[in-house]
T-cell receptor, first 117, second 113 residues
Framework: GAVVSQHPSWVICKSGTSVKIECRSL??????MFWYRQFPKQSLMLMAT?????????EQGVEKDKFLINHASLTLSTLTVTSAHPEDSSFYIC?????????????FGEGSRLTVL | DQQVKQNSPSLSVQEGRISILNCDYT??????FLWYKKYPAEGPTFLIS?????DKNEDGRFTVFLNKSAKHLSLHIVPSQPGDSAVYFC????????????FGKGTKLTVNP
């Protein structure tokens, strides 16, 4: 199957700083990428849909100014957590929809664990 | 309002036996269903899917059954292996899978040797 890579896989930062997480589709072009957040023992919650070359579509309750999403190319989407606070500590996962060669299937990254001190 | 429900947070089975993981949904617009397996600190990996035009899909040891009238699907793993121990997420989507996925809360499966 296709490969989606996230970086960094683990990040610790101080409260008030900003953190950028990258999501790359390594062997296919993804016009659409999705960002999820998972709290301990809870489901994956969709935060936003990222479309290449246009603004992201945020789910209800997700602050677009706090979670900045940029999908500048067909293989890269970034999530920036601005002015991070301890309550932003979570596991962030991206997914990318494969192109026709992969039947439009959804592939997930390995996830990025953010800890805000 | 939870549209996809996995009511069992955990399940424990013996190696070699059948594991049955259940999932219920409420949105009648869902027409594509998927199961993902997830290890701690990793992203989910796709296991198997089923379209609403089918009631069964099989792939090796994994079989997914769909009961549209009951809005219920289940994942059967036979025979279960210790390496199957993980959290299993049920997900649903509309428009043949092209819409966003809605996930259940997951069921933690433990297969005992």
């Amino acid at each position: 199957g296709a490969v989606v890579s996230q970086h960094p896989s683990w990040v610790i930062c101080k409260s008030g700083t900003s953190v950028k997480i990258e999501c790359r589709s390594l062997d296919f072009q993804a016009t659409t990428m999705f960002w999820y957040r998972q709290f301990p023992k809870q489901s994956l919650m969709l935060m936003a849909t990222s479309n290449e070359g246009s603004k992201a579509t945020y789910e209800q309750g997700v602050e677009k100014d706090k979670f900045l999403i940029n999908h500048a190319s067909l293989t890269l989407s970034t999530l920036t957590v601005t002015s991070a606070h301890p309550e932003d500590s979570s596991f962030y996962i991206c997914s990318a929809r494969g192109d026709r060669a992969f039947g439009g299937e959804l592939f997930f990254g390995e996830g990025s664990r953010l800890t805000v001190l | 309002d939870q549209q996809v429900k996995q009511n069992s947070p955990s399940l424990s089975v013996q190696e070699g036996r059948i594991s049955i993981l259940n999932c219920d949904y409420t949105n009648s617009m869902f027409d594509y269903f998927l199961w993902y397996k997830k290890y701690p600190a990793e992203g989910p990996t796709f296991l198997i899917s089923i379209s609403s035009i089918k009631d069964k899909n099989e792939d090796g040891r994994f079989t997914v059954f769909l009961n549209k009238s009951a809005k219920h699907l289940s994942l059967h793993i036979v025979p279960s292996q210790p390496g199957d121990s993980a959290v299993y997420f049920c997900a649903a989507s509309g428009k043949g899978g092209s819409e966003k996925l809605v996930f259940g809360k997951g069921t933690k499966l433990t297969v005992n040797p």
